[in-house]
T-cell receptor, first 114, second 108 residues
């Protein structure tokens, strides 16, 4: 039982390049999330998927797209990377989206955009 | 103003000390609350949920005051292994908001 896995662990992009961050969970959770974490800002929700087949914007969705490929996998795409997207990206999952459900986090992807 | 505010610290305490962190939230619709622990360059991990009546888990005690919209975490008998950043979280059905975290260093 690996929990939540993310790839890659580290990535350096040039401005304007695109990439997809991958996330998978093996806990049979319905809900999945993408956050970014910046110094002094805490984690901020980019997009979430309450259940397979649905996605919704979070607090900071601009510049990102997501795909809920199946129940296990939720990917985050940067179409044209900008230096402001330099951050640590965490994927998380929970049984459902409702209140009271703890979220389990993956190990993170450290992205630098030059 | 951030929705969840925490004193960033750092709190530097000796082993065995008692330390308390407070957190305030602005969204009165928040329904559930958590404390997460995050070690340096690692992912957040749930430390404990916070219940209205307050709850205790070993050396850790969490309290919720809905009227004043604040949450607290008390750590008794601090261990070196408690050194980490503690994240306060306020959650309603569609939104989970994290504080920026309070950094704790426990020294020998």
């Amino acid at each position: 039982n690996a929990g939540v896995t993310q790839t890659p662990k580290f990535q350096v992009l040039k401005t304007g390049q695109s990439m997809t961050l991958q996330c998978a969970q093996d806990m049979n959770h319905n809900s999945m999330y993408w956050y970014r974490q910046d110094p002094g800002m805490g984690l901020r929700l980019i997009y979430y998927s309450a259940s397979e087949g649905t996605t919704d914007k979070g607090e900071v969705p601009n510049g990102y797209n997501v795909s809920r490929l199946n129940k296990r996998e939720f990917s985050l795409r940067l179409e044209s990377a900008a230096p402001s997207q330099t951050s640590v990206y965490f994927c998380a999952s929970s049984v459902t989206q409702g209140s009271g459900n703890e979220q389990y986090f993956g190990p993170g992807t450290r992205l630098t955009v030059t | 103003r951030k929705e969840v505010e925490q004193d960033p610290g750092p709190f530097n305490v000796p082993e065995g000390a008692t330390v308390a962190f407070n957190c305030t939230y602005s969204n009165s619709a928040s329904q559930s609350f958590f404390w997460y622990r995050q070690d340096c360059r690692k992912e957040p991990k749930l430390l404990m949920s916070v219940y209205s009546s307050g709850n205790e888990d070993g050396r850790f005690t969490a309290q919720l005051n809905r009227a004043s919209q604040y949450i607290s975490l008390l750590i008794r008998d601090s261990k070196l292994s408690d050194s980490a950043t503690y994240l306060c979280v306020a959650h309603n059905n569609n939104d989970m908001r994290f504080g920026a975290g309070t950094r704790l260093t426990v020294k020998p």
